[in-house]
């Protein structure tokens, strides 16, 4: 899974740098769109959206080539909802954010 590994709970996140803060305040509000749209999220709209330069439009379809209808976005829809963003958070996703983190902190200083 390509997510990141947040050093903290996202609460704690005034104490990192802006870029930071900004990453999450956008993983959130990606988090709730995907909950609220469901199988119709946008996804090729969502990639646009979240790039710091113009992407064109031959781009957006190739990223939204694997979904081309709402039968195939059901994934996309529910992997932010399985992205770990609280300590108590439970899952074998969270579990091997966990066991990620605690390994690049102790083994790779």
Not at 4 to 20: D, N
Not at 59 to 85: C, E, H, N, Q
Not at 93 to 101: H, K, L, S
Request: glycine share 6%; hydrophobic share 45%; aromatic share 8%.
């Amino acid at each position: 899974m390509n997510t990141g590994l947040p050093p903290l709970p996202i609460s704690h996140a005034v104490k990192y740098p802006l870029g930071m803060m900004t990453s999450v305040v956008n993983f959130l509000a990606w988090r709730s769109f995907a909950r609220v749209l469901g199988r119709m999220l946008p996804v090729g709209q969502i990639i646009r959206a979240d790039c710091a330069r113009p992407v064109s439009s031959d781009v957006i379809s190739m990223y939204d080539a694997p979904f081309p209808s709402k039968r195939f976005r059901a994934g996309a829809a529910v992997w932010p909802t399985l992205v770990p963003i609280s300590p108590v958070d439970t899952g074998s996703v969270a579990t091997a954010c966990r066991a990620a983190t605690a390994y690049l902190r102790d083994e790779c200083q």
